[in-house]
């Protein structure tokens, strides 16, 4: 290898990606984290994919509950995003910080009020990836709250958001 991790970063951060917040609930309580490596996977079974960084706290929760919500975030939600983003924030009552939610009806995730789409999932598939987990989910819910929305969007390094049509 030629190329250190931070080059690497710069190169891939090329490819525009939407931004998500990924959910579980367990052991009665919520962890979230903010994800931009998710895909819809295949049609006939439905599955989506998140890659969850192995040393994050809500890794051992996701994958101990089996269950979990991708919110789909708009262009006015960059503020939970960085939120949800920050390593070390309190898992107390403030840990969701001050965005309100719903507990999803097929997983208890929280359901971001405000988000563009949500979907809900139970692990179907783990697959190691380096210092990710990869988890494949059977998808059991979806949601498209505000279509209308604008998604937020990453690209090298920084939030944007799409032209108006």
Known sequence: MTFDADAYRRVVGHFATGVTVVTTWWEGRHYA???????SVSLDPVLALVAIETRA????AVLAAGTWAVNVLADDQE??????ATRGRPHDETYMGSWTFVAGPATGAALLDGAVASLECRTWAEHPGGDHTLLVGDVLAIA?????????VYF???YRRLAPE
């Not at 503020?79 to 949800?84: E, I, L, P, Q």
């Not at 498209?144 to 937020?152: G, K, Y």
């Open 79 to 84: 503020d939970a995003s960085r939120w949800f």
């Open 57 to 60: 706290r809500f890794h051992d």
């Open 144 to 152: 498209a709250s505000r279509p209308e929305a604008a998604p937020l």
């Open 33 to 39: 984290m903010t994800a931009n490596s998710f895909t």
């Open 156 to 158: 090298k390094g920084t």
